[in-house]
């Protein structure tokens, strides 16, 4: 176990290095547009995983906090704030506004917070784009410089897959899973399912409003609605289910597959990579609740296993 | 200053009478299946399609495509429940409600780009004159396609009251609402009445597709926002009481109607939707509270 987490930790780190050099070798913008496409859906996928994989609360309204931080950096920020002080109040922003909701919702049982956040990121999308209805420019288009947002992203997507990590394996991320298993047995154990939710959320939308305002840094001009669109909600959900709910190295291979997918698929008119991850979807839904993770873990077991009971015996003997 | 405002009061409930329609088929699934089916709002899509077709390449009169949409969606929902639904019914209440909603999110996005790529993003509607046309009834303005509305979602509230108090099946599927425990040991086959009430609601949801495609325009990505809308109704009435959805309906459309008079029409779907969250908050058991059907 423990040599099994030295591997996990010193590839982590090779990745991670990997990552920060990259654009020493690679000088073309397309692909590190790319990279930082999929290190922006890891960070939002795995935020989202924070709430719906562990805590087992399906939030259907990402787009609200993703959104919410955009819209609160990119004013700040082209006001003439410095940026990190606008990306730091975005994040406090989302949390705010996840307060707002949780509270209430989360009194209530089950459908009610997926219902009441898919209103409330629509809610969003529309008042912000009734009374934001221009498009936003970067004022200083000329001294735009990509490295610096690539650097952002990368260290925002290693420090949101680092807090869910150490969050998930702390005191409090046991109780988490404890009310996802079961509010009942959880509260009677004395673990406040309450609490332990609002936690999880607050994390889940800090994390998504800073990935918000990194997205309010990277581009030059967009509508001030469009982080707040529902694919920002749906993308990354199907990207955590699809690598595995629950896990940290889950939303980091769904978003990765996601990117690829769609990479794949772009010469095509039309957007058939959807097509295909819905469907695949579903089928994780339905048939593999463990998401891509446990089909391997079923597979490496089946491997070290053998097919037959027998041949199982025959190992063990000799070991 | 009256005029107006009994003008728009009237417009209010001739379209909330069809947000109650839209709600009535997701209504009648929960209640029955406690599925909870958030593409419904596509499966009316799909249905605007199929009577916009049957409009427009068959010449056929758009009040007769609503029985084309209807047994479309109803072979779809059919089709859908056996496939993918089905296989969510032995789950406990809680884990069930949070799956179906899942995988019926993943359906909206495959039936969303499905009808992208066949029928393009094109936004089209049915129109004929005498559809523009109106009547005046102490200077208020009564166009017959928002007349229609009332008079179809109320027949159809009717039938489908009828249906499930007076027929063999429709009893079937009251019983399976009550108990489906008791409803199978005496005999019920439960599959098969979940599967009748998928079909209905989706042939519901075909019903409102065509009124939405004749009153106001279908494009494939409408879906979520009618799949709101319909999700709002049936809050605002109480979940899975159907003669609550009616009235959580006209709710709807007059709290739309009186925000596009009073405020601003852009403010118009943003309104419901507070409505909706507030409801959600202070009275979850609906604004008419929770009856059985």
């Known amino acids: 176990m423990n040599k099994k987490r030295l591997l996990v930790l010193v590839l982590s780190i090779a990745a991670i290095i990997t990552l920060a050099l990259l654009p020493l070798v690679i000088t073309s913008d397309s692909t590190i547009n790319l990279v930082i496409l999929v290190l922006l859906y890891m960070a939002l996928a795995s935020s989202w995983n924070i709430l719906g994989g562990y805590t087992g609360q399906t939030n259907l309204g990402h787009a609200a906090f993703f959104g919410t931080g955009s819209l609160i950096t990119r ?3 082209i006001g003439g704030m410095p940026f ?29 917070f997926a219902i009441g956040t898919l209103a409330l990121a629509q809610i969003l999308n529309l008042t912000v784009s009734n009374i934001f209805p221009e498009m936003s420019f970067n004022p200083n288009i000329t001294d735009y410089q990509l490295l610096p947002r690539y650097y952002l992203f990368l260290a925002l997507t290693v420090g949101t897959i680092c807090v869910a990590y150490l969050l998930v394996n702390s005191k ?75 896990t940290i190295i889950g939303p980091i291979i769904g978003s990765i597959f996601f990117v690829g997918l769609k990479q794949l698929l772009v010469w095509n008119v039309g957007e058939y990579h959807l097509i295909i991850f819905g469907t695949l979807f579903i089928l994780i839904v339905l048939f593999l609740p463990g998401g891509l993770v446990e089909l391997w873990k079923k597979t490496q077991s089946y491997l070290r296993r053998g097919p037959g009971q027998r041949k199982k015996k025959a190992t063990v003997q000799v070991a | 200053m009256l005029t107006p405002l009994a003008q728009t009061l009237v417009f209010g409930i001739l379209v909330g009478a069809l947000y109650g329609l839209v709600a009535l088929g997701l209504s009648l699934v929960f209640g029955v299946t406690k599925l909870l089916n958030v593409a419904h709002g596509e499966l009316l899509m799909i249905g605007g399609f199929a009577s916009f077709w049957a409009f427009s390449l068959l010449g056929i009169n758009p009040y007769l495509t609503i029985p084309i949409s209807m047994v479309v969606l109803f072979l779809l929902g059919a089709v859908l429940y056996k496939l993918i639904f089905s296989r969510t019914v032995k789950l406990p209440e809680e884990s069930k409600i949070k799956n179906t909603l899942l995988v ?64 063999y099946i429709g009893k079937a599927i009251r019983a399976t609402v009550q108990n489906w425990e008791a409803a199978s040991l005496m005999g019920i086959n439960i599959q098969r009445v979940y599967l009748l009430a998928f079909a209905i609601g989706a042939s519901l949801a075909g019903v409102a597709g065509t009124l939405v495609a004749i009153n106001f325009s279908i494009q494939p990505n409408m879906g979520l926002t009618w799949t709101l809308k319909a999700l709002i109704v049936m809050v605002l009435g109480g979940l899975g009481s159907i003669p609550g959805t009616f009235i959580g309906g006209l709710v709807l459309g007059l709290t739309e109607s009186a925000t596009s008079f009073f405020i601003n029409s852009n403010y118009r779907e943003i309104a419901g939707l507070v409505l909706f969250l507030l409801v959600l908050i202070f009275r979850p058991q609906g604004l008419m509270g929770a009856k059985e059907t």
């Open chain 2, 104 to 167: 019926a999110f993943g359906l909206s996005i495959i039936l969303q780009n499905l009808a992208l790529k066949f029928w393009t993003a094109d936004e089209r509607a049915i129109s004929t004159p005498i559809l523009r046309t109106a009547i005046k009834v102490a200077g208020i303005r009564l166009p017959y396609a928002r007349l229609a509305n009332l008079l179809i979602a109320v027949f159809f509230l009717v039938v489908l009251q009828l249906f499930l108090r007076k027929t």
């Open chain 1, 75 to 77: 004013l700040l920020w």
């Open chain 1, 84 to 112: 990190f002080g606008a990306f730091l109040l975005g994040g406090l922003g989302a949390v705010a506004l996840a307060m707002l909701i949780g509270v209430p919702a989360f009194k209530l049982r089950g459908v009610y």
């Open chain 1, 172 to 246: 409090w991320g046991l109780g988490m899973m404890a009310v996802r298993e079961g509010e009942d047995a959880a509260e009677s154990l004395g673990i406040s399912a309450l609490r332990h939710k609002l936690l999880a959320l607050a994390a889940s939308a800090f994390l998504a409003g800073l990935v918000g305002g990194a997205f309010a840094y990277y581009h030059v001009s967009y509508y001030l609605n469009m982080p707040f669109g529902p694919e920002w909600t749906f993308d990354p959900m199907m990207m955590a289910y699809i690598g595995g709910t629950g």
